[in-house]
């Protein structure tokens, strides 16, 4: 399906008055891969068709239901249908959305995580491998240049042997029971029926999960865990602890909450190694912060001297200039991109990623659970 100019996007969910959907449209529109043509925005038809006016696309293109879409999409000629489809819908829906995408012959970027359990994690991807169709995940921290610039550094041997990975995703935005209080955003990251196993634990920490192996290149073979619900009446955890073993010995932490009052989006990560240490904060993307054993500390900046090629690459601004967020997502679909029209050489996260953390959310829940010391994480299949 790939072809010259702009690759076609249809996108389910993120209509009026929701907060990601408008994000994956800025991200996927900042580097002119990607053109939105179609639509199931809301299962609200008159909200859906309000969504569709206000991006300015064709009526005939806005559908009340994905499969309404998928099925006019799948009938258009070929340079005019969809490449790829964008869920930026409550969790439930990521696995049937993604599948029956998948077996439209359409490519898929799925908001994270990827399903409700491993299991449809798993379906997902037999799908997407039948298919011989990509599938992405919108894992947004790992499209930063300067994690892109940590994970290099350590591959590359920079820090010596790993032996520790640290890492930290700390909000308050549940501080208060806005869940029960109908809060949109809250309330359907609290329902298990929609958000899965996990509260905090499926909602961010599997971002925070997900950047310690990404940088660090080591699996977490085993978890120790306990899962904490702060907020009486609240159905899902809100708060996170989780001890790791990484393959070859690194130890490591992992620490996400969202019942830190006062706190904003604090991700961080401290990987240490024989020779020296690194640390990356998202509320200070640009820095990357390298103390060494036997010499000073340095501090490498987005933009600066000395950046591997692979990080100038994922780079829009001079130096000093702020790359944020929606620059960061705008990477994972450049890389989405690069793959559907078979030029490879960028990465984006993807099937491996996604078994990967629903795998980890399994294991912390069975562990948080048990009286067992420690519980292995693993896929249930070779991703």
Sequence with gaps: MAHGGPLRL????????????AIHRNAAALDGDWQLVSGAFSGDP???????????????????????????????PADERIDALAIVTPNHLHAPMAIAALEAGFHVLCEKPMALDGAEARAIAAAARAADRHFALAFTYSGYPMVEEA????????????????????????????DGEGQKQAEWRTDPARAGLGG??????????????HVSGLAVEAVTAELATHVPGRRLDDDVGALLRFAGGARGTLKATQVAAGEENGLRLRVSGTKGSLDWAQMEPNTLTLRWLDRAAEVVRAGGPGLDPRTAALQRTPAGHPEGYIEAFANLYRGFAAAIRGEGG??????????????????????AASDRKWTPVTTGENA
């Design 10 to 21: 249809g996108m389910a969910g993120g209509g009026e008055g929701a907060f990601i959907g």
């Design 46 to 76: 008159a909200r859906n068709r309000r969504s569709g006016a206000a991006l300015n696309l064709n009526p005939a293109r806005v559908h009340d239901t994905l499969a309404a879409l998928l099925a006019d999409e799948r009938q258009r």
């Design 151 to 178: 994970r290099v550094r350590i591959a590359r041997g920079d820090l010596g042997a790993i032996r520790l990975v640290q890492v930290e995703y700390i909000q308050g935005w549940l501080s208060l029971p806005i």
């Design 200 to 213: 905090c634990l499926g909602d961010i920490g599997t971002h925070a999960f997900h950047l310690a192996e």
């Design 346 to 367: 960028r990465w984006y996260p993807g099937l491996t990623d996604g078994l990967r953390t629903m795998a980890f959310v399994e294991a912390v829940i069975e562990n």
